[in-house]
Structure formats: C-alpha cells, structure tokens
C-alpha cells in the first residue's frame, strides 16, 4: 500500500515537471512585442543611412561606364576624320560607285544615307580599290536580277546602312552626354547607352568579316557564285538577310 503510494506520488511529481517544461518551451518560441519594434527601428536605420550613403561599387560602376563611353566617343571622332579622308581618295580615282547606286529606278538618292553605306562599306573592305572594284561587279549583278532586289536591298540598307545609323546615333548621345557632362546621365541611361554601341561596334565587326569573306569567296568563285547567278542569290541570302546571318567575329 505504502508503496503504491509512493508510485503515484512520484507519477505526479514527473507529470507537474513535464507540464512546466512545456509551459517554459511555449513561452520562449514566442518573440516578445519591444524586441519587435527594435528590429524595426533598426532597419529603418539602416535603410536611411543606405540611402544616405551610395553603394561604393555602383559610383565606381557608373565612373567606368564614363570612361568607357569617353574613350569610344573619341575613337569614333577619330574614325570618321579618317574615313571622310579615304572616301575622298575613292571619289578622286573615280571608284565611289556608291555615291550614285540605288537597287531600283523609282529609289532616292539621299546624300547623308549614300554617305553612311560608304562609311561602312569601304571602310570594312580597307578601301582597298581591288575588293571595291569586286563588290561592285557583285552589286551591279545583282541589281540586273529582279530575283535580287530583295537581298540587295537588305544589304545596302537594312544591313549596312542601319548598322551605321545606329553607331551615328549613339555618337551623337554621347556628344550630348559629354557637353552636359556624362555624370548627369544617370546609371541606368550611360549603361544602356554604352550596351548600344558596344553592340553595334560588334555588329559592324562582323559585317566587316562577312563582306571580306564574300570578296574572298566571289573571286575564287567557290561554290560558283561568281558564275551562277542564282548561286550568288543564295549566298547574299545565307550572308545578309539579317543581323544573325552575318559571321560571328570568332
């Protein structure tokens, strides 16, 4: 009897010591109201003296891209003294056949956009007189062949022209960009602005490859595209439909 006492006395003694155990368990897993706003004070601390103090790496982010897009300015400046130099040589020997081509006969002659195709187009052929002579007996077959006009079309304007437009164009931003002094910009509109003319640079690169491939490719006439003019069609097709179609730099 006595000992069966002793059982329940001990069955109660574990049970009272099991339910504070719980009872302490619940309370530590609820966080308690002022720590609460503590956390919230102390965020929005942070969040101020964030805001207050510029992230390091996006001020020497936004200092790289202007010097980037400096640096580009006056490489293109350069470039198109030089150009407007061998242009005028081209036009002196009498070559500059670009000056006065069109695809059909309704088709304008637009000075400034003439002028853009030859920036590209000579310059991509290193005004070598022998590989402008070459393109244009290419240029001039095609234009002979209505089957062509497309594609002609698609190399002297879309291609060719648009690639130059875009590079003009981001010149002039960064003209401007510079007169108002880059660092009013912004990083969002000098990043965007940079990825532009990178991107074309990149696109007149490989239209530079791809047009001294088919000079190279036109003289030994491989694949008989000097002699097949629907060979010649196809190949200005597979090369200068779109921007994709040109050669890849590497």
Avoid at 156 to 171: A, V
């Amino acid at each position: 009897m006595k000992k069966t006492k002793l059982n329940i006395i001990k069955l109660n003694i574990l049970t009272t010591t099991l339910t504070l155990i719980c009872i302490s368990c619940a309370v530590n897993k609820i966080d308690p109201e002022p720590k609460s706003k503590t956390n919230k004070k102390e965020n929005t601390k942070e969040f101020k003296n964030k805001s207050q103090n510029p992230d390091p790496l996006k001020t020497k982010n936004i200092e790289d891209i202007i010097s980037k897009l400096k640096a580009i300015g006056k490489d293109l400046e350069a470039q198109q003294k030089q150009e407007k130099i061998e242009i005028d040589k081209i036009a002196a020997a009498q070559l500059d056949f670009l000056d006065t081509f069109k695809v059909g006969p309704r088709d304008l002659i637009v000075e400034e956009n003439q002028m853009k195709m030859k920036r590209i187009i000579y310059s991509s052929l290193n005004y070598e007189t022998e590989k402008i002579k070459i393109l244009q007996g290419i240029l001039e077959k095609l234009k002979q062949n209505p089957k062509a006009h497309n594609i002609l079309g698609s190399f002297l304007y879309h291609i060719s022209w648009g690639i130059q437009f875009n590079i003009e164009e981001c010149l002039k931003g960064i003209r401007k960009a510079i007169t108002d002094e880059l660092h009013t910009l912004g990083q969002e509109k000098a990043e965007r602005l940079l990825m532009q003319i990178e991107s074309s640079l990149k696109l007149k690169q490989r239209f530079a490859k791809t047009l001294k491939e088919t000079i190279e490719d036109y003289n030994k006439n491989l694949e008989n595209i000097q002699t097949d003019a629907e060979k010649l069609v196809n190949h200005m097709n597979e090369n200068y439909k779109e921007h994709d179609s040109l050669k890849p730099i590497y």
